[in-house]
Antibody, heavy 120, light 107 residues
Framework: EVQLVQSGAEVKKPGEYLKISCKGSGHSFAGYEIAWVRQMPGKGLEWMGIIYLGDSDGRYSPSFQGQVTISGDKSTNTAYLEWRRLKASDTAMYYC?????????????WGQGTMVIVSS | DIQMTQSPPSLSASVGDRVTITCRASQSIRTYLNWYQQKPGKAPKLLIYAASSLQIGVPSRFSGSGSGTDFTLTISSLQPEDFAAYYCQQSSSAPHTFGQGTKLEIK
């Protein structure tokens, strides 16, 4: 069974560094694009950006460009989302998902989500 | 960015009802329109892609239609497990923006 497994919940202070992960299993994800989606508490879904694991080149929504770094490691089927200096407004659930070219780039397989809480 | 406007924001309905949710794009997205269902505390689930293609395993009471700028998701006969939030998403042009969501509640 193909699945994405995300790293566990995080509680951090403003200004701290954080990197969360999304690991694919059951298939080689080297040819896949992995998207990151933010969901702030009680709010809707926001597409943050995407990484092609084959070349580890992240592409970003303008809303998130410069705020986060998306990276990947095809040897371990893992995508990452990184913040150099967290803010309270980064508190949210973060999902990764495969962007399936054969399904018009729909987000096909989802991780279970990583809750990030940023509070002093 | 392409703006996606979903309506209504919330909807109350009964088991067995036929329900329609609409999504409008700020410019043509051809049929690059996807629908997701999200239940509380769970990750979203893909229901329909390419405006009208049913994801494997999704019940046939769900259907999608539309092209260009106007799209609909229809649930032909609501079941108890269908009460959830629904989101449209365009995947025509990055960033692949979502609609604001529709919360479907039990009447």
């Amino acid at each position: 069974e193909v699945q994405l497994v995300q790293s566990g919940a995080e509680v951090k202070k403003p200004g701290e560094y954080l990197k969360i992960s999304c690991k694919g299993s059951g298939h080689s994800f080297a040819g896949y694009e992995i998207a990151w989606v933010r969901q702030m508490p009680g709010k809707g879904l926001e597409w943050m950006g995407i990484i092609y694991l084959g070349d580890s080149d992240g592409r970003y929504s303008p809303s998130f460009q410069g705020q986060v770094t998306i990276s990947g490691d095809k040897s371990t089927n893992t995508a990452y989302l990184e913040w150099r200096r967290l803010k309270a407004s980064d508190t949210a659930m973060y999902y990764c998902a495969t962007q399936e070219a054969g399904k018009y780039d729909a987000l096909d397989i989802w991780g279970q989500g990583t809750m990030v809480i940023v509070s002093s | 960015d392409i703006q996606m406007t979903q309506s209504p924001p919330s909807l109350s309905a009964s088991v067995g009802d036929r329900v329609t949710i609409t999504c409008r794009a700020s410019q043509s997205i051809r049929t690059y329109l996807n629908w997701y269902q999200q239940k509380p505390g769970k990750a979203p689930k893909l229901l329909i892609y390419a405006a009208s293609s049913l994801q494997i395993g999704v019940p046939s009471r769900f259907s999608g239609s539309g092209s260009g700028t106007d799209f609909t998701l229809t649930i032909s006969s609501l079941q108890p497990e269908d009460f959830a939030a629904y989101y449209c998403q365009q995947s025509s042009s990055a960033p692949h923006t979502f609609g604001q969501g529709t919360k479907l509640e039990i009447k």
